[in-house]
């Protein structure tokens, strides 16, 4: 691989993931302060990346996959959602907001595909080469936050500021479009074939279900996806009601944590066997929303950011782990269509439950039109962890050691590939 083609494929992924982590993450805060949105609606919102997720397959297997070069698309799906980005600057209340919003992650969550098909098809050894490059997706989603932090836009009693960020994410996003048309030439990958729907949803992996403790796997992981749902959606709104500084930059040591963890998972695996690395996750989802219920901005303020630095552990050892048991247990057949299958079940299906579910709690326990009873709120999704973890301890009965591959690349969902 070339220096200029590098250098083009890491801009593409810090652009990437700076435009998701521009506007994503205090998405709810403006929703409950500039549109006054209630939780079910804050809910909704954040569950059409449930529906993209959904949408995604059929839109990299019926479209990118046969007809058209991957940067093509990627760029025109960029230069759309820019435009939208920006439009819905202009609205002033949910009932409007909301479709755009939804129309918007349709249009986003294939991209997470296609800048991946862009990246593997100019690498000779991906092992190697990617995650250097893949990287930058991560550190983009970091300075989306220091920037927005910096700017004060999400400090309390500025949050009218708070529509600046889906500005900024939406000329980002034009400007990743339009870049998207100097990338390296991807013709599509099955042009002239059919595709098959169970092959576009992964349904042909389903019959790993088969396997006993990997249908618990399975189930926990849509299940587990509920709590999950209420820190993405919710997150943002509670440490600026509770009177956290900087929430944006301070929410992205989570992504510090995940990097950090994703580098030692291997040597976790040596240790541990898929069972343990998968208790783990479970116990720090649990762990973190008690630390959020108990937590302030005062003397237990270590206790917000104990929860957020959690996020490597809760997501690493749980959602890594399990893909990487899913990659080993499906083989080299299947491998593809299992990974689908399990995004597809917990980004899809999972997040969605989970982020109407959260909606509706967040409402249920509002004291005031702009405090809420925290406490009572994050203790729920931390007793559905607990549940989850027992229920895994007793049923999932897989306790041997899985051999990490060199270069094993493991699909994060909803931001990318990563390698371990």
Known sequence: MTVTTRVK???MMFLEFFIWGAWFVTMGTYLQTSLKATG????????????????A???????????????????????????????????????????????YMVLYMPTLALVNSVAFRQMTNPSKEFAPIRVLGTIGWIVAG?????????????????????????????????????????PP???????????????????????????????????ICIPLAFYYGFANPFFAEVGMKATTVTQSLGQVSETLFMILIPLFFVRLGVKKMLAIGMIAWAIRYVLFAYGDAGSNYWMLIGGIVLHGICYDFFFVTGQIYTDNLAGEKFKSAAQGFITLATYGVGMLI?????????????????????????????????VVLVVFLLAFKDTNQIQTKPGLDIEEPGTGRVEV
């Open 9 to 11: 494929l890491s801009t």
């Open 40 to 55: 079910v609606e804050n809910g909704n919102a954040y569950a059409s990346q449930s529906w993209g997720a959904i949408i």
């Open 57 to 103: 397959p059929f839109i990299i297997g019926l479209i990118a996959d046969r007809f058209f070069s991957a940067q093509k698309v990627l760029g025109i799906l960029h230069l759309i959602g820019g435009a939208l980005l920006l439009y819905i600057t202009t609205l002033t209340n949910f009932s409007a907001f909301f479709p755009v919003i939804l129309v």
């Open 146 to 186: 220091i920037v927005i932090s910096y700017l004060n836009w999400d400090k309390q009693g500025n949050e009218a500021a708070l529509v600046n960020t889906f500005k900024l994410a939406g000329f980002a996003s034009l400007a990743l479009g339009l870049f998207s048309f100097t990338l390296p030439a991807t």
């Open 189 to 223: 990958a099955k042009s002239g074939q059919k595709v098959s729907f169970r092959e576009i949803i992964g349904l042909d992996a389903i019959g790993l279900l088969k396997n006993r403790s990997y249908l618990i796997f399975f189930l926990a992981s849509v299940a």
């Open 354 to 386: 989970g982020s109407i579910m959260a909606g509706k709690i967040v409402d249920t326990y509002k004291v005031s039109a702009t405090t809420h009873n925290w406490q009572t709120i994050w203790l729920i999704p931390a007793g559905i962890a607990a």
